[in-house]
Structure formats: structure tokens, C-alpha cells
T-cell receptor, first 116, second 114 residues
Framework: AQSVTQPDIHITVSEGASLELRCNYS??????LFWYVQSPGQGLQLLLK??????LVQGIKGFEAEFKRSQSSFNLRKPSVHWSDAAEYFC??????????????FGQGTTLQVKP | DGGITQSPKYLFRKEGQNVTLSCEQN?????MYWYRQDPGQGLRLIYY???????QKGDIAEGYSVSREKKESFPLTVTSAQKNPTAFYLC?????????????FGPGTRLTVL
């Protein structure tokens, strides 16, 4: 069955430090991949997406992610974290093909705390 | 501004009551989705609709019902058959479901059963 794993439930980094949030997926076909961010009590905002092509994708707010097929991973990175980046981050896989019409499977989320 | 609106933001329900959560979008999107979010469990798909007058069950449809009579509206009813309805409910839409496109989310409705 398709699944998305975010191994880190909670991460704390210092402001200005670099960040990497991990995402691994299990899916038999070429995945469509997404990262979303959620502030407390709010909806989800799309940070970036990968459909095909260049495996390093740039998103909003200075985030980037790299698709590594051999590792079934799509890790999110940011070179220098700002206090406003504190939020919950979700990785998602888009299912395509017969019977999987546009559904997204979400990971459990990683909560990012930023220390001043 | 284009976007997705959900109402109400907070909803309280007594056990045994049905309640309906509203979701409206003015993005002219064909596909709409309802998710349930519980702490530590990510988002789980309740129902989705690829086009007006059509919808399909997601992974946790039991105790929920939907309708899609208008392109811009996709209300979700939480029935008394839903055993544990207290959760945060998110509505989303995408321009299409085939091929896959990114989903855009509303601000959510927090439902509490008293």
C-alpha cells in the first residue's frame, strides 16, 4: 500500500541554522510529491511540488526539496531558518493512475520549533 | 480574492446530532476534497468530488455524507453515526484530479462534540 513517512515528529533548530525535514514514500509508480506548511489552527499552504524534470525544486519562503528516486525520498531544506518558519510541515504523495484520481496521501507531519 | 472559505470556524455539537460544515470555493476548480485531521495522524481523506454531481468515498467515509450540487460548493455532513467526530476538518480544491494538480486548502472547521 502507498504510504508516506516523516520520521521526525518534532524538530528544534536555532534561528539562522539550516533545516532538513525528511520524507520517505512507498509508491510503485513515479510519484507526484508535495510539501505543505500549516500554522496552528490554520489550513495548509503549498510550499513546493515535484511532478517531473529537475529533481531539485524551489518553493516559496526560501524552501527547496530534492527528489531522490533511489532513496524514495523528498527531503525539504532551508539554508537559514527564521522564527516565522515555526509550524507543522506535511509531505504528501499524489496518487495517479486507475482508481487513484487525484488523491493525496499525507505523512504524519513534522513540527518545527525555532529557538531564538 | 480567489480562495476557499469554510464555515463556521468552530462548531459544537451534542451527541446524536447531525451537523453540516460548509465549504465554498471561487477558484473555478473542478475537484474538491474533505479531510479530517487528528493530532499526530496527518490528514485523512473523507470524501472527494472530481466534478459537480459526482463524489466518491475516501478512506474514512463512514458516518459522513456530502453533496456536490454546485461547482463551488461541497458541504460535509457529520452524522450521528460517526463515532468520534471531534476533529479539525479541512476542505480543499484543485483545478482537476486527472491529471493530478496541487490542492488548495481552506482555513478549517474545528468540530467539538459535547
Amino acid at each position: 500500500a502507498q504510504s508516506v513517512t516523516q520520521p521526525d515528529i518534532h524538530i528544534t533548530v536555532s534561528e539562522g541554522a539550516s533545516l532538513e525535514l525528511r520524507c520517505n514514500y512507498s509508491y510503485g509508480a513515479t510519484p507526484y510529491l508535495f510539501w505543505y506548511v500549516q500554522s496552528p489552527g490554520q489550513g495548509l499552504q503549498l510550499l513546493l511540488k515535484y511532478f517531473s524534470g529537475d529533481t531539485l525544486v524551489q518553493g516559496i519562503k526560501g524552501f527547496e526539496a530534492e527528489f531522490k528516486r533511489s532513496q524514495s525520498s523528498f527531503n525539504l531544506r532551508k539554508p537559514s531558518v527564521h522564527w516565522s518558519d515555526a509550524a507543522e510541515y506535511f509531505c504528501a504523495v499524489g496518487l495517479h493512475g486507475s482508481g487513484n484520481t487525484g488523491k493525496l496521501i499525507f505523512g504524519q507531519g513534522t513540527t518545527l520549533q525555532v529557538k531564538p | 480574492d480567489g480562495g476557499i472559505t469554510q464555515s463556521p470556524k468552530y462548531l459544537f455539537r451534542k451527541e446524536g446530532q447531525n451537523v453540516t460544515l460548509s465549504c465554498e470555493q471561487n477558484l473555478n476548480h473542478d475537484a474538491m476534497y474533505w479531510y479530517r485531521q487528528d493530532p499526530g495522524q496527518g490528514l485523512r481523506l473523507i470524501y472527494y468530488s472530481q466534478i459537480v454531481n459526482d463524489f466518491q468515498k475516501g478512506d474514512i467515509a463512514e458516518g459522513y455524507s456530502v453533496s456536490r450540487e454546485k461547482k463551488e460548493s461541497f458541504p460535509l455532513t457529520v452524522t450521528s453515526a460517526q463515532k468520534n467526530p471531534t476533529a479539525f476538518y479541512l476542505c480543499a480544491s484543485s483545478i482537476s484530479s486527472v491529471p493530478i494538480r496541487e490542492q488548495f486548502f481552506g482555513p478549517g472547521t474545528r468540530l467539538t462534540v459535547l
